[in-house]
């Protein structure tokens, strides 16, 4: 039992090393010209010890997706609190500082997906769907609790923040020591707000 146990971990932990392995070579190529074969030479298995593991190019890179909405999830938690989910933001943006790789990656396939031949295609129509309705719901809870400025248009501003995003994210990744996304998110969400972002210390 101790041996089957220990053999489903060390699976776990490939699966993981291939996932972040395919993370950077996409993120440095592209999804369409990295190979199976590029990847697991990049990994340093073989290409059947990577088939082993994700049957597909497609799998593999849909098992990314995967962990990523996963980990996101996980830190974008809320609260009573009103500006909690905005304060999340911020503080995911700046967690997202720490995983250039990724960042790299969905700036790539971002750009990619958008030919609706893509296997990434309709993932990322949902996850701007999504990012757009988690934007407005936040400003929705400030502009209810009356912390927002008045007249506010909060189905433009979500998709100008989300826009915003994208935009520094792609700054960021160019100049790295010249932008700071968590800090410009923040100054644009202070000029919406009639109180500090920031919790009262």
Known sequence: MGGQR???????ARRDEIIDGAVELFGR???RNATILDIATHVGISRTGLLHHFASKEALLKAILARRD???????GTSDDPLSDLRNLVTLVRHNASIPNLV????VLSAEAADPAHPAH??????????????????ARARDARLLVPDVDIDHESRAL???????QVQWLL???????????AVQLRKLLLVPLEPAS
Do not use: C, K, N, T
């Open 29 to 31: 190529i592209g999804y």
């Open 70 to 76: 996963s980990e996101d999830i996980e830190r974008f």
């Open 175 to 185: 100049a790295p020591h010249e932008v700071d996304m968590a800090d410009e998110l």
């Open 122 to 139: 309709d993932y990322f129509v949902r996850r701007y769907e999504r990012a757009r309705a988690a934007m407005r719901a936040a400003l």
């Open 162 to 168: 989300v826009a915003l995003l994208d935009g520094l």
């Open 104 to 107: 790299d990656l969905f700036a």
């Open 6 to 12: 220990g053999a489903y971990a060390r699976g776990l």
